[in-house]
């Protein structure tokens, strides 16, 4: 439209006058601009939050968009020079701008058909004034302006290539802030100087401190702490130890470094990296570290798994084996029952050990296991001394004991008992009978001697029983039998047989009841328990499995309560009601009244009395027709005899043995202070020689009961002698060698056997050693019998009065032994005579004492002990208190055992032997000192064999 | 004694006038006025409640607006009555809670109201109160309800198994409550209330009773709290004359509501004591006046415990002789009162003593029979020492009667128990003939335990042996009532043709031992049949099908 305007010359010079000056000056001003944007954009977002990173992309972009526009704007002015010049022109005069103005709208009306001025006219005038316009006026003022915004954008210029020189780490941390994803920059940096890495293994393992680099694989067992050590490449920044999922700052190590600590838990890759904000910028090396896990412990238990029927067995052996790579710390033995668990120590290690074996034997009588409500697990567990998370256990295979039902073992035994009644009344009535079938008869008496030795051989395998049973049954078998030929005896004396029997065994179902009813009270406050958990909305789960679980063991045991003899049914009636009553809320989920209802019937059986007691009549409220009701005369006192016989017999064998101790003391009292000091220098020289006859003999630590351990025992029984002898104790000096000796004889016993382990000493020499050890014993002896008759001089009114009360005792054990010779006797003849027997021996001790001969009375006394400790029937296992069962029953140690200085185990009383490993495995139980456990491992496996 | 005749008229008038009117049945209170203030309906729910009107007590409580103490205590007393024991006890342990001893000592001890115009009641203790509801809700948490709606009886099993009795214990309180109530001249409001529990300890739990008295006394029910508490006649090995002793409970329901709670001890146990068999059919050794013997005896002895010194129960005296001698002493009183005042003068003594309350017992006396209780007694210890002096110069009427007083057991001996031991076990392997044997020294024996005398007769009855089993079942041969014995008894009566006899021998047994299998089964043990068969009942004879299959389930 106005071609031809645009190309005159007189604008192109306009044009080319401001242009020409301002394009550096632009320029120039665009690139400060630029450099200014870039640099404020990367330092805020450097900052690394959200906020920072967006306002730094945005500034950036705001930046761009600029540019844009002004190139849009540049394209779009050049296709309309003549706005361009009218603006340059305004600048240096205004005036002429306003006229080329109104000159250009003149052009544009006459393109717009206006036919007042012709449009070459409008033209001409406006090259007219074009040719006013004076360039070197603008192009003086273009050079003014160029300079000025050259001098302000090279300052600006200048200024921020300061700061990106200065800066030009954190430009660019900026800038890998920006383009980070997920909170990791895309660029790694070298952030540190790393050194090697620190490992200190867990405490564990008791390994030494060592060192690994930084970069490459490596394995450590999990719970090192890894120190990693390194000197900053920047100052100022927040450096971090990271796994990817856990952070470790790095703090200063006052030695111009910093320093982090990392536990290693787990396998991980650790890089070093800097945390700006949310943004992590990693160090392009890393460290990947393999976790060596530790096991648990792997615990073996002979024969598990396996179910084993607790009514089969009196005892469960447990052998387990334990290994670690690193060490054992704790065995323990679990009981699990239900919801309910009991773990206990059975070893407690240094942690050092790396295999351990051992053994422990459960009884049946445990208190978990009398008092579990159904199937009992029996595991072992094992930790190490790995506590990185929480104790770290291995467990065996499981032992499931299965129970029976409550009761169920006192219903055999009173079952046998009935059966055994039952062929008595079958022999009764057959005996009695006013035709008697003699084939009958006989049959009949074949069958009651074998049904008495079944129920003796079913109370030899029961250990509820009491001992005292055995005894009665012999002593009624005796009356009806001889060896295995039956007696001649009236139809009273099998009656009374019968109704000894019958007595016994309603007496012995009362005492079962009564126990079983107070377990079947322990099972009902399970029962009430478990309703209380239930009545938690929490827990409800587990009181209903409390409850159920129990309440079928409740079921079970009122079924076999009601078995026992009449109170058993009164009892048990009681239970099953209880039962009743329980199930009936419990199926209604009210366990506020299962509650209630469980806890008086627990109240009740705790309290085992019949429904009924009341002075042996009832109802007081109501009428009593005629006489009667109750007071009816017992048809046997059998069981109180047999209580009374057992409690005399072991008061007798109390007091007994509480007067050969008193025997003993005095004796040793007297001997003490009748040693003459002059037998001092020889005494030590038979010490000595003593001592030097077992110089040869092997020192203790043998593989108990070899040849090798007898021969040590020996030798430190002489030494001990040789002690005692130096220090004028001749009592002991004598008992000593005694004991020596008696060693030595069973050394030489097993020497045949092993030999080979022992060829330095040959049974000869032996024989040698003993008989010169003799000589010295002999010569003990003299001295002991000398010293004894001195001092018994003095003791002559001490030693009447144990004659006296010996006779006494003697008198006591006659009249005893006389009372149960005759027809309702509960002792068997053989127990009799020994009774008899010991009654004699102590009235001759009494005699002997009475004399002053004591040294004799106390051999006859300790041979008439010997038969009443023989004779004694233990007491009622079931009246022992519950600790017995773990072997601690000290209130048991009775006096019989005490008279001799400690109770000898008996290999043939196998009670008294596991009684006795259960001591010792509770004593290996408890925290032990690593240097002595060896020898008490050593000592408790060797027993254990 | 002239000074008294005229008094006594007044009383003998008094009588006719009031008994003319006599409706047999206590009037109710009225109910206070929708005016009335709560004080006035607390006290008359709570007199309703001493009357054992629970129904009205509810409506009462039901229309007192506000709760509070007392108002709770009433409620919770109505819940144990009525048998909501854990709702009592819910009741009572909120306030247990919130109250201070010293308040609860306070509401112990002081009346109602303090109106002296007005009757007052007081309180029952709120401790023991909670303990009952308490040890109620532990014992019968769970336990079956049955209710004979015909009869008005409900009954509480404490174990289910009992529930095979409630036809019997149905008929038996109907009968008795209605017999008793008549006799009385106060019927009670139905439906009775029978809680019945398995043993002592349960009784102790559910009525208050300490179980020591309950052991020591052989107390084997009790009438509290508005209901009657029975042990089980399964809780003893023999069972018990439970009926006698349910009507014995009945009766001091019944006196309790005549009296509105207010006759002394004494008149309580005697009066029960008297009318425990009143209301049945007589029973084989039901006339031996052996009470009478026992307080003539006891007095002579100078053993008595003294009318008017029985303590607060005779359940809670130290021994089961004490209790036996007291329940001999009161009876025998009781029986000479009103032979010397008759019948009447006893009803208007309950009537009388319900106006007055317990403090009016002497003036109740003196209104009615002219005489004090001292004085009453005196004359009735006279009457005992006058005729024994008499007795002394003739020979007793009654030796054997005498001798059963004073003998332990006649006929037991060590030799009798083995014996009977023998011939048990021997039964029980079905030995009879060697049973037979065992007994037979008893055949001459002219009173026998019932235990020995039964075993023998059945002995005979399997050998067919009937006239001598006929001998043992001769209430003369006995020194007691036993279940078993009267249901062998029975049996030897039906196996002679005597059906009419037997029927009865076998209801009587019921009235001990239904329990018992050879009860239950009409004589027959359980061994000469097939359990669970009904073995020899036939089919359709209820309730002998369910109590011998019961009695012989396993």
């Known amino acids: 439209m106005l071609g031809g305007v645009n190309a005159s010359p007189e604008l192109s010079d306009i044009l080319v006058a401001w242009r020409g000056r301002m394009r550096s000056a632009a320029q120039r001003a665009w690139l400060a601009a630029a450099l200014g944007v870039f640099l404020v954009a990367m330092l805020s977002g450097r900052q690394g939050t959200a906020a920072t990173r967006l306002f730094a992309a945005g500034l950036l972009l705001a930046f761009l968009g600029c540019a844009l526009g002004q190139w849009w704007w540049r394209r779009r002015r050049a296709r309309h020079p003549l706005g361009e010049a009218i603006g340059i022109v305004r600048k240096v005069d205004q005036p002429l701008a306003k006229r080329l103005r109104r000159a250009v709208g003149l052009v544009e009306r006459t393109h717009s058909h206006d036919e007042r001025v012709s449009r070459e006219l ?199 084996h334990v290994a670690d790579e690193h060490g054992i710390r704790q065995v323990d033995l679990v009981l699990r029952s239900g919801t309910r668990e009991e773990r206990r120590s059975l070893v407690r290690l240094d942690g050092k050990v790396q295999r351990h074996t051992g053994a422990h034997v459960l009884g049946m009588t445990d208190s978990f296991v009398v008092n579990g409500f159904g199937s009992v697990d029996v595991f072992v567990a094992a930790r190490d001394d790995n506590n990185l998370s929480g104790a770290n256990w291995g467990q065996s295979a499981v032992m499931t004991l299965d129970q029976p039902s409550l009761g169920h073992s006192q219903v055999q035994r009173y079952r046998r008992f009935d059966r055994l009644r039952r062929q008595l009344v079958d022999w009764f009535a057959s005996f009695t009978a006013v035709e008697r079938n003699p084939a009958d008869l006989q049959r009949i008496q074949g069958e009651t001697r074998v049904t008495f030795a079944e129920v003796a051989a079913g109370f030899e395998a029961d250990k509820g029983a009491k001992r005292a049973l055995s005894t009665f049954l012999r002593a009624q078998r005796n009356k009806l039998f001889r060896g295995e030929q039956p007696r001649e005896f009236s139809a009273k004396t099998l009656s009374e047989v019968l109704l000894s029997v019958d007595a016994t065994a309603e007496a012995i179902a009362r005492r079962d009841a009564e126990q079983v009813a107070r377990r079947l009270a322990d099972v009902a406050v399970e029962i009430e328990t478990g309703a209380k958990t239930a009545l938690s909305s929490e827990q409800r789960d587990e009181g209903v499995v409390r409850v159920r679980t129990a309440m079928a063991w409740l079921a079970s045991g009122a079924a076999e309560l009601k078995q026992l003899g009449t109170l058993g049914d009164d009892l048990g009636e009681i239970a099953q009601a209880g039962w009743g009553r329980i199930n009936k809320v419990f199926v209604a989920r009210d366990f506020e009244n299962v509650r209630r209802a469980a806890a008086f019937l627990a109240e009740r059986l705790r309290r085992p009395m019949p429904s009924f007691v009341g002075g042996g009549r009832a109802g007081v409220e109501s009428r009593s027709v005629g006489r009667g009701q109750g007071n009816r005369p017992r048809a046997s006192e059998a069981d109180q005899h047999l209580e009374r016989v057992i409690v005399e017999l072991q008061q007798l064998v109390r007091e007994h043995a509480s007067e050969v101790a008193s025997l003993e003391r005095v004796l040793g009292d007297a001997e003490r202070a009748a040693v003459n000091e002059d037998l001092r220098p020889e005494a030590r020289r038979h010490a000595d020689a003593m001592r030097r006859l077992v110089e040869a003999l092997p ?115 006659g009249r005893l032994a006389q009372r149960e010779s005759k027809g309702d006797a509960v002792l068997p003849e053989d127990m009799r005579g020994d009774l008899e027997q010991a009654s004699r021996l102590m009235r001759r001790a009494s005699e002997l004492l009475d004399q002053g001969r004591g040294p004799l009375a106390l051999d006859q006394q300790r041979n008439a002990q010997k038969l009443l400790e023989r004779e004694a029937p233990e007491p009622d296992p079931q009246q022992r208190s519950p600790a017995s069962d773990g072997g601690r029953d000290d209130s048991n140690a009775d006096a019989r055992h005490s008279a001799r200085g400690g109770k000898v185990v008996s290999t043939s009383d196998t009670e008294s032997r596991e009684d006795f490993r259960r001591r010792v495995q509770q004593g290996l139980s408890k925290e032990v000192q690593p240097d002595l456990s060896p020898a008490v491992r050593r000592y408790a496996e060797g027993l254990l064999k | 004694m002239s000074r008294f005749r005229g008094a006594r008229v007044c009383a003998w008038f008094g009588l006719m006038v009031t008994l003319s009117d006599c409706r047999h049945h206590v ?127 409900w009954v509480r099993f404490q174990n289910a198994h009992d529930r095979v009795l409630l036809p019997l214990i149905a008929e038996v309180a109907d009968r008795a409550a209605t017999a008793i109530g008549k006799d009385l001249g106060a019927l009670l409001p139905r439906p009775l209330r029978i809680e019945l529990v398995s043993d002592l300890a349960s009784l102790a739990a559910v009525t208050g009773l300490p179980l020591e008295a309950a052991e020591t006394t052989g107390t084997i029910a009790i009438a509290r709290w508005g209901k009657v508490t029975l042990v089980s006649p399964r809780a003893t090995p023999e069972g018990f004359p439970w009926q006698d002793t349910l009507a014995h409970e009945l009766a001091h329901l019944i006196i309790s509501r005549q009296s509105a709670d207010a006759a002394p001890l004494w008149l309580q146990e005697g009066l029960a004591k008297r009318e425990e068999t009143r209301w049945r059919q007589a029973m084989p050794l039901d006339e031996t006046d052996e009470w009478h013997r026992e307080a003539k005896q006891a007095l002579l002895e100078n053993r008595a415990i003294g009318i008017d010194r029985l303590g607060a129960s005779i359940a809670l005296l130290p021994t089961p002789q004490a209790a036996e001698t007291a329940y001999a002493e009161v009876r025998d009183f ?132 009937l006239p001598s089993a006929r001998d043992y079942v001769q209430p003369e041969r006995i020194d007691h009532l036993d279940g078993t014995w009267l249901a062998i008894r029975g049996r030897v009566l039906a196996a002679m043709g005597d059906a009419a006899g037997a029927e009865t021998a076998f209801l009587q047994s019921l009235a001990f031992a239904p329990t018992l299998e050879k009860v239950a089964c009409r004589g027959f043990s359980a061994a000469e049949f097939e359990p669970p068969t009904a073995g020899p009942i036939p089919p359709g004879s209820e309730p002998w099908g369910s109590l011998c299959r019961a009695a012989t389930a396993p």
Request: aromatic fraction near 4%; proline fraction near 5%; charged fraction near 25%.
């Open chain 1, 122 to 320: 409008a033209e001409l005038h406006l090259q007219r004034l074009l040719a006013q316009v004076p360039v070197a006026l603008i192009e003086s003022r273009a050079t003014t302006q160029a300079a000025r915004v050259k001098c302000v954008a090279t300052g600006l210029l200048l200024a921020g290539l300061g700061v990106a020189a200065t800066q030009g780490a954190s430009l660019s941390e900026g800038f890998d802030v920006l383009l980070a994803r997920h909170g990791m920059a895309p660029l790694s940096m070298q952030l540190l100087e790393i050194g090697p890495i620190l490992v200190q293994p867990p405490a564990y393992l008791q390994a030494e401190t060592g060192a690994i680099e930084f970069e490459g694989p490596a394995s450590l067992p999990q719970g090192c702490l890894l120190t990693i050590h390194g000197v900053p490449r920047q100052e100022d920044r927040r450096l971090v130890l990271t796994d990817g999922q856990r952070e470790v700052p790095f703090v200063h190590d006052a030695q111009g470094g910093v320093t982090a600590q990392y536990l290693l838990q787990q396998s991980a890759r650790l890089r070093v990296a800097a945390r700006f904000g949310q943004v992590l910028i990693p160090q392009d090396t890393e460290a990947s570290i393999e976790a060596i896990i530790d096991r648990p412990p792997e615990v073996e238990l002979d024969s598990a798994p396996k179910r084993v029927s607790i009514a089969e067995i009196s005892e469960l052996e447990l052998r387990y």
């Open chain 1, 699 to 813: 020192p203790l630590g043998a593989e108990p009961g070899s040849a090798r351990a007898t021969l040590a025992l020996g030798k430190e029984l002489v030494q001990g002698a040789a002690e005692s002898l130096e220090q004028l104790r001749l009592v002991d000096a004598h008992a000593g060698l005694q004991k020596a000796d008696a060693a030595l004889a069973e050394a030489e016993l097993l020497l045949g056997a092993d030999h080979a382990l022992t060829p330095a000493m040959e049974p000869n020499a032996l024989a040698e050693l003993r008989q010169r050890l003799t000589v010295h014993r002999d010569w003990v002896r003299r001295m002991l019998d000398t010293a004894r008759g001195n001092s018994l001089k003095g003791s002559r009114d001490q030693l009447r009065l144990a004659g006296d009360r010996e006779r006494e005792l003697s008198d006591r054990a």
């Open chain 2, 27 to 153: 009037e109710p209170t009225p109910i206070p006025s929708e005016a009335g203030g709560s004080v006035e309906r607390l006290m008359a729910a709570d007199r309703s409640l001493v009357e054992l009107d629970v129904q009205r007590a509810r409506d009462l409580l039901d229309k007192i607006p506000l709760g509070g103490h007392d108002v709770d205590r009433l409620r919770a007393r109505l819940a144990v009555m009525v048998g909501d024991c854990q709702g009592a006890a819910l009741l009572l342990s909120s306030h247990a809670q919130t109250e201070s001893p010293s308040a609860a000592s306070e509401s112990n001890s002081l009346p109602l109201v303090a109106d002296p115009e007005r009757q007052s009641y007081p309180m029952a203790n709120p401790r023991e109160l909670q303990s009952v509801a308490e040890g109620c809700a532990r014992a019968m948490a769970g336990a079956e309800v049955d209710i004979d709606a015909e009869r008005g009886v």
């Open chain 2, 334 to 465: 009781l029986d000479y009162w009103i032979h010397q005042n008759g019948e009447l003068a006893l009803k208007l003594l309950l009537r009388d003593l319900a106006g007055l309350g317990a403090e009016g017992t002497e003036r109740a006396l003196v209104s009615v029979s002219g005489y004090r209780l001292d004085e009453w007694i005196a004359r009735w210890q006279g009457s005992l020492m006058q005729e024994e002096q008499s007795e002394s110069t003739r020979p007793s009427k009654n030796d054997r009667t005498t001798e059963l007083v004073r003998a332990e057991r006649p006929g037991w001996d060590i030799d009798a128990a083995r014996r009977l031991r023998l011939a048990e076990l021997l039964e029980g392997q079905r030995y009879h003939l060697a049973m037979a044997e065992q007994l037979a020294s008893f055949s001459q024996v002219s009173t026998l335990p019932s235990e020995l005398a039964h075993r023998a007769a059945f002995a005979q009855l399997m050998l067919g042996q």
